[in-house]
């Protein structure tokens, strides 16, 4: 019995995993996920109560953000001491399932320094420095999105790239007063959700649009793309469920060797919700993957202040029973 004990762990270590796997990136701060514990099993699943109908009627940013929480969960236990055999999307009556974890002692946690950077991580909005990545470190960033099996593609020849920056312009000039009335509903909420207006850029009048939200407190921002700017496509062979969890797991893995490494990301969707520049997006990439994310890298300026953490719903709230 002693042995079988040691191979579960304990309720409070099970649930400092889906709390930290909750530190995970979601859209607009969603946070569209739920879980539940049972012994050394875990399972993950999509609320749909969170999803955006008009800006993501498929549910493909949802299922990117469950991703992300997914490989949180797998990075938090395996510092902990544990690892996680993962079912992605298993055989179920319940629609809303997208994984099932199995859990076994592993003492030999090789994330140092992971739960800080998971703790550290947050989406910086302000202008980059004029510092450009290198090559190699973007295809560093894109070898650890393929360790989760999704697809990465730094863009480096600079006529796609220009295409796509006014491919990323034309989609936030697309004002669709449903989608800007859902994306009111989460900008400056007051409660464990959604994004604080101190994180979302002011739009100074006259001046070409910086963001997808109309309204904010954060000054110093610049466009959604520039020529300094890394910029990374990610995403798989499909459009599928399957492939938007395992985008959404190499966003978090992304994300996590950035922060160690004193690199800004910040994640671009609403090139890929709007159908024409979705369209676009494809044509310039012949068809190398389908494509889930665009991802914005660079350097921010050393001594910047800190900015508000976004807040996080409670861990009883995402447990089921």
């Known amino acids: 019995m002693a042995g079988t004990q040691l ?8 649930t400092r995993m889906v709390e930290l796997a909750c530190l995970a990136p979601s859209i607009h701060n969603t946070q569209p996920w739920a879980w539940r514990l049972s012994g050394a099993e875990a399972w993950l699943y999509a609320d749909l109560d969170r999803q955006l ?60 320094g992971v739960l800080d950077a998971m703790r550290n991580r947050c989406t910086d909005r302000r202008r980059f420095t004029s510092w450009p990545v290198p090559p190699e470190r973007l295809e560093t960033l894109c070898e650890e999105a393929r360790d989760r099996d999704a697809a990465a593609m730094p863009v480096l020849d600079l006529a796609t790239r220009f295409r796509i920056e006014q491919t990323v ?5 697309v004002r669709d007063p449903m989608a800007t009335a859902e994306q009111g509903r989460w900008a400056g909420r007051v409660g464990h959700d959604g994004l604080p207006l101190q994180v979302l850029p002011v739009e100074a009048p006259g001046q070409a649009r910086t963001s997808r939200f109309d309204r904010g407190l954060l000054v110093d921002t610049r ?43 910040v994640p671009l969707t609403q090139p890929l919700e709007v159908p024409a520049t979705r369209v676009e997006l494809q044509t310039l990439l012949h068809g190398t993957l389908e494509p889930h994310l665009l991802v914005r890298v660079g350097w921010q300026a050393i001594g910047r202040s800190e900015l508000p953490s976004t807040p996080r719903r409670p861990v009883d709230e995402v447990l089921r029973d």
């Open 7 to 14: 191979d579960v762990p304990s309720p409070q270590v099970a």
């Open 53 to 112: 109908q008009v800006e993501d009627p498929t549910g493909r940013n949802l299922v990117i953000s469950c991703g992300a929480a997914l490989d949180h969960f797998t990075l938090a236990a395996r510092a902990l001491g544990w690892s996680a055999e993962v079912a992605r999307i298993p055989e179920s009556d319940d629609p809303t399932l997208l994984a099932h974890l199995s859990l076994r002692r592993d003492p030999r946690p090789d994330t140092v």
């Open 169 to 173: 312009r034309q989609a936030l000039e």
């Open 223 to 265: 466009p959604e793309v520039e020529s300094s700017d890394g910029l990374i496509v990610l995403g798989g062979e499909a459009d599928d469920r399957l492939s938007w969890l395992r985008t959404g797991e190499a966003l978090s893995a992304l994300w996590i060797r950035s922060t160690r490494t004193g690199l800004s990301v």
